[in-house]
């Protein structure tokens, strides 16, 4: 069983409604998790200061990012390699160009919601 982290709430956009993804606990450190919420598909992230919201979907050729590498706070497209910056959503490296959208997290009862 992982300890929880409580406390601190991942950046992103302005969050409208919340939603729950999973489980503080479904994702070790470095870890990732594919969800979709209102037919979006997302990847959510545990870093060692918490839990971001990333669109899934990559920018160049719609590959999974949740299928993809994390290595610290970047995550690297299994396809062509492509990196995104976790955090941010911000695009790293080519062949992408455009970032992927960020969703505001928090904890709440030992659930990561999703802003949307
Ligand atoms: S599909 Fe992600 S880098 Fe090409």
């Known amino acids: 069983m ?3 982290i409580e ?3 991942g950046g992103g956009t302005q969050a409208g409604a919340w939603h729950a993804a999973c489980g503080v606990d479904d994702l070790a ?3 990732v998790l594919h969800v979709e919420i209102g037919g979006l598909a997302l990847a959510v992230f545990r ?3 918490g839990y971001y919201a990333t669109s899934d979907i990559c920018t160049h050729m719609r ?3 949740s299928d993809g590498y994390v290595k610290g706070d970047t995550v690297q497209c299994p396809l062509h390699f492509g990196k995104f910056d976790i955090r941010t959503g911000r695009a ?3 062949p992408c160009k455009r970032g992927v959208r ?3 997290t928090r904890i709440e009862a030992g659930r990561v919601m999703i802003g949307m």
Do not use: C, H, N, V
């Open 47 to 49: 870093l060692a200061d």
């Open 2 to 4: 992982q300890a929880r």
């Open 102 to 104: 960020s969703f505001a």
């Open 92 to 94: 790293l490296s080519a």
């Open 29 to 31: 450190i470095g870890g």
């Open 7 to 9: 406390g601190k709430d």
């Open 63 to 65: 590959s999974r990012l």
